[in-house]
């Protein structure tokens, strides 16, 4: 989840709604935390200490509705609101002509090369993982690979590793950015990708999955990386292809979003699945060959588009289809397509595609 819950009808609590979510990306105030009231409130290094009782009462309900889930509270850190700080301070980022670099529409860019900015940043981490309680990680957005931003990310995740220990969760988001990641990864637990699939080099896709895995894999332990893919809620056949080139290829988080303009979701049948512990560890993808994952209740079949004509899977024992809800024991698949097998049903409480609505593949 970044930010937003799913999109659901019903009775369902927000609560019950964000803890269906295994990674969840939040800003403070979703749990109840709030930095102490100023006039420039980027400048605080406080909680308000009447907010941390309520919010620790909030992200301990997250818990025990999800004792898997991974919590990160965002703190801007590339950019800020356009009144966070005086808009004279030096921590602006500015042009040849002194004006404020603006990113979003009301937010402007920071200087990163200032040492007292990063220091800053690193203090009002510590003082939201203090106040949030130990189990809470950090998210912060926007990575940028250009030198002087590399040695000012590092110099931020270094300060904060030793404020806050190495247990704390860190997640990065490097947007479209899938190449030269290597060096971010140390410092961090994951790294988020923000339709970074519909933006691979050359289009690529295959490749790109071969790079996030690579980099996860380097990040610290626990892994909470987050591939996010854009699309239109009724384009199934983008969003399960992706759904099984990430269980197949990586273990991170899967989020299908309509943009980044909220990160709003749909919620989908198959996520509602426990496929257990993967019996193997990420396939790595090669030219038109089949990649085949084995967890404990399931199975995940992606055959390239590469591949030069249809391969049929003989499965040996009856399996269900998580798409088609037919029971299988072999599957073909043409180039470009997929299949994830379930050992046994599996009970659903989306929405928006129960079991068994669609066809099996990509």
Excluded at 306 to 330: C, H, L, N, P
């Amino acid at each position: 989840m970044f930010w937003s819950p799913a999109d659901l009808k019903g009775t369902e609590s927000v609560w019950d709604n964000i803890a269906r979510h295994d990674v969840i990306v939040a800003g403070i105030d979703t749990f109840g935390f709030a930095w102490k009231p100023a006039r420039h409130h980027a400048m605080v290094e406080t909680i308000d200490a009447g907010t941390i009782t309520p919010g620790r009462r909030n992200v301990a309900r997250l818990f025990a509705k999800n004792p898997a889930a991974v919590l990160l509270l965002e703190v801007y850190f590339f950019e800020e609101e356009k009144d966070g700080y005086p808009r004279d301070h030096r921590w602006w980022l500015r042009d040849k002509n002194g004006r404020r670099k603006q990113f979003w529409p009301g937010n402007y860019m920071m200087n990163l090369a200032d040492a007292g900015y990063v220091a800053h940043v690193a203090r009002r981490i510590a003082a939201l993982h203090k106040a949030a309680g130990r189990r809470t990680g950090i998210f912060l957005d926007n990575l940028r690979t250009d030198p002087a931003s590399k040695a000012a990310w590092i110099s931020l995740l270094k300060l904060v590793r030793k404020l806050c220990g190495e247990d704390m969760p860190i997640q990065v988001n490097a947007g479209w950015q899938s190449e030269d990641i290597a060096w971010i990864a140390p410092y961090v637990n994951g790294i988020a990708y923000e339709d970074a699939v519909h933006h691979a080099t050359n289009k690529d896709t295959e490749a790109f999955y071969g790079r996030i895995r690579k980099w996860e894999a380097l990040c610290r332990t626990p892994h909470i990386s987050a591939n996010e893919v854009y699309g239109k809620r009724r384009d199934a056949k983008t969003r399960r292809r992706e759904f099984i080139r990430t269980l197949v290829y990586t273990n991170m988080a899967f989020l299908y979003a309509d943009s980044t303009r909220g990160h709003r979701h749909g919620w989908y049948g198959p996520w509602d699945i426990s496929l257990g512990k993967a019996l193997a560890g990420p396939r790595s993808p090669a030219e038109g060959k089949l990649a085949k994952r084995r967890f404990e209740k399931g199975l995940v079949l992606w055959l390239p588009a590469s591949a030069k004509k249809d391969e049929t899977v003989r499965i040996g024992r009856k399996m269900r289809d998580a798409f088609s809800g037919r029971y299988v024991r072999s599957v073909t698949l043409t180039p470009g397509k997929g299949a994830l097998l379930l050992d046994k049903p599996f009970a659903t409480q989306s929405v928006s595609e129960p079991a068994g609505s669609t066809p099996t593949g990509g």
